[in-house]
């Protein structure tokens, strides 16, 4: 069977990828679209094939989301499908990473989406509005690398948009804010200037809210399934896994299952929560709680009513869930550096690695 050739540097492959996969010979690379139970499919030069990881890889893999997931650049020992499933050997650097907590679990996080760009927060107009949830999907996608877009659907179906328009902007902060419909392709094309050659983005949202149809009309063709909100207003489960799509010239997007519940493992309050951390500056005491303090800006925002109290309860709920509770910005990133240098030393060997960083920067 001839497989149809794949421009990789279309589909998001960049220089710095290239200089890191030369250090696997032969080996070659692709780009996972999707899973299934163990197998996956890869984009390679010479089409797309089934892979499934080395034994090698399995054994020191340490937790789950070091697996390969949809978005990853991977080293796989062929590009095309011959003598059986491929092997990948390797999963290269992610520049984002867009994962959630793993129900039941207190530490494992599953990986959404990888070497996102920009990620499409969709959100219908009606009963699924929740702007609580909002917070919780931009906290999660301002910490994961990408930018976040807030994309509002189904306008048809709301009596009052501009309020809705409203009532998002004054919790997603520097995000730009779109609306589209579902019985027309107005809006869609706002959202054509973010996809490009090289750029990927991610559509992440409730089922039922409309992801599939927009890609749908992106790609000019229905090739995802699509189905109408149950009476309930709660979605169909059309998309059931994550799947990398390629655009006719215009780079990728990442369908993903609709999620109502979205567990936090780490968060960027510093701008899903700016108004807030901004007004902390002025609180007389920098380990303030924002509760019983005398001279608390956070209080004296919400008397003069600048603040909603459903925000700050919001905010000090997702900080407990990702136990930052009770630490300032930049306690948060020494605690998120601690965890990532954990097994290498902690702090000493991070504080080592960000100089590292910084010289190889001025050279």
């Known amino acids: 069977m001839k497989l149809n050739k794949i421009n990789m540097k279309n589909i998001g492959l960049t220089d710095q990828l290239i200089q890191e996969s030369q250090q696997y010979k032969d080996l070659f690379i692709g780009r996972v679209s999707s899973q299934y139970k163990n197998v996956y499919k890869v984009m390679t030069e010479n089409g797309e094939i ?5 034994g090698k890889f399995h054994y020191r893999v340490e937790d789950l989301s070091s697996f390969p997931a949809v978005g990853d650049f991977v080293m796989v020992d062929r590009t095309e499908n011959i003598m059986g499933n491929g092997i990948i050997h390797q999963v290269l650097k992610r520049k984002s990473i867009f994962a959630r907590k793993v129900s039941g679990s207190k530490e494992d996080s599953q990986v959404v989406a990888t070497n996102i760009d920009t990620v499409f927060i969709c959100m219908s107009s009606n009963h699924d509005f929740n702007l609580r949830r909002l917070e919780r999907y931009l906290s999660i996608a301002w910490d994961s690398g990408a930018m976040p877009v807030v994309v509002l659907t189904k306008s048809d179906l ?10 998002i902007s004054s919790i997603a902060i520097g995000v730009e804010v779109h609306i589209t419909t579902s019985t027309t392709n107005d809006g869609q094309h706002s959202l054509e200037r973010y996809l490009s050659n090289g750029q990927t983005v991610a559509f992440i949202g409730s089922s039922g809210v409309g992801k599939s149809t927009l890609i749908n009309r992106l790609l000019g063709q229905d090739v995802l399934d699509t189905s109408d909100v149950r009476n309930d207003d709660k979605g169909r489960h059309t998309t059931t896994r994550r799947e990398l799509i390629m655009l006719p010239g215009t780079g990728v997007v990442i369908d993903t299952p609709g999620m109502r519940e979205i567990g936090l493992v780490r968060a960027d309050f510093s701008k899903s929560f700016a108004d807030i951390e901004e007004l902390a500056f002025d609180c007389r005491f920098n380990d303030c709680t924002h509760s019983t ?3 608390c800006a956070v209080q ?9 109290t459903e925000r ?10 990702t136990k ?3 630490l300032n910005s930049k306690m948060i990133e020494k605690e998120k550096l601690n965890n990532m240098f954990k097994e290498m030393g902690g702090m000493k060997n991070a504080k080592k690695f960000l100089k590292e960083q910084k010289n190889k920067k001025r050279r």
Do not use: F, H, M
Not at 300 to 308: E, F, Q
Not at 312 to 321: A, G, N, P
């Open 324 to 326: 930052y509770e009770g």
């Open 50 to 54: 089934n892979a499934e990881i080395s």
């Open 158 to 167: 709301c009596t009052d948009i501009e309020q809705r328009v409203n009532d």
């Open 293 to 295: 303090e005398p001279k």
């Open 300 to 308: 004296k925002a919400i008397k003069d009513g600048l603040l909603s």
């Open 312 to 321: 700050l309860e919001s905010y000090r709920k997702l900080k407990k869930e």
